[in-house]
């Protein structure tokens, strides 16, 4: 079977460095917030342009503790798209905060800018941007609707480490960013870990103890904080795996742009553009089906040995817990419909062309 991802192909392919990283905290004794924590997080602070990084014990932590941050909380609302995980959704809810849902460009699937305004209230805090794909949200207009309103920009980048938009990375476009170091990322541990990106040294400093109980110093806990820990392990690992990040990007922008080659021009299937105003890291590659045969396609594909999935099936505005916003079906039209359209074919930098040639045959024949 030709996975969505495939976690296992990436470790055997530098399994004697994970293994060495490994051994080397199991010696130390020492296994949360440890040295390699501090290693990991000031390596990831450089590669990603950014002054601090503090890393989390998952994505949605690391969303909650960006928005606590910032002064974010109870009565504040923040504006993010519908079309999304819904984990980073709830990352706004965690943090006290009153999610305030948007719909997508239908083409790209990222936030709609032009929808952005008719959002903002009173108690409107900030806007969320969601790297959703890999591909940078349109952020100029974003950023320049933030500042005419006065809002904080949180960048979800929890799937783009490594994105560009004109030219600067992800997680240095807003005041604070977001990162997942969930498995399946472009960036992933093995197991959950997350990470919050600002150039503010206060900032940083209070996610620090956020994360920690709340505490500045020992058993001083200054406030309510969490316990969203990133432990040695992961970052030793994280650490291994952040030196090979970009060679795996570019790989991944390499599949990509093979299966956009061989797979443009097939009726009833849309791919989507490029990223606009910057590049996409690819975490995943995702193609509209036609109404209709999305279901019997991914039953195809499974027949021929291929896995897909659905990033997401369900838009945020409708998941039963949000409910309570009262959103009901017909209130964002373009992620409605995406949600129905969509499906992630499979793509991660161990892939082969051969691999990519078996998908891509078995989709043309669907269609054929
Ligand atoms: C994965 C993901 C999250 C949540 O990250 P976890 O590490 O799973 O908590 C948030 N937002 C987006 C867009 C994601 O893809």
Redesign the pocket.
Known sequence: MILVSDSKAQYEAIKPEIDGAIQRVLDSGWFVLGKEVVAFEAEFATWNDNKYAVGV???????ALALRAVGIGPGDEVITTTH??T?????ISMAGATPVLCDINPATGNIDPSQIVARITSRTKAIMP???YGAPAEMEPILAIADQHGLVVVE????AHGAEYKGRKVGTLGRIA?F???P??NLGAFG???LVATDERALADMVTALRNGGQEGRYNHVYKGVNSRLDELHAAMLRVKLAHLDEWNRRRGELACYYHGKLEGIPGLALLPGPLGGKSVY?LYVVKVEEGRRAALQEHLTKRGVATTI?YPTPVHLQPAYRDLEQGVGSFPHAEAFAQACLSLPLYPEMTQAQQDTVVAAVREFFS
Request: glycine share 18%; net charge negative; charged share 10%.
């Open positions: 014990g998952n994505g949605t932590d690391a969303i999304t995980a984990f980073g959704v709830l990352g969601v790297h959703l979800d980048c929890a799937q977001a997942s170091f969930y399946s990322k959950d870990g997350g975490h990033h």
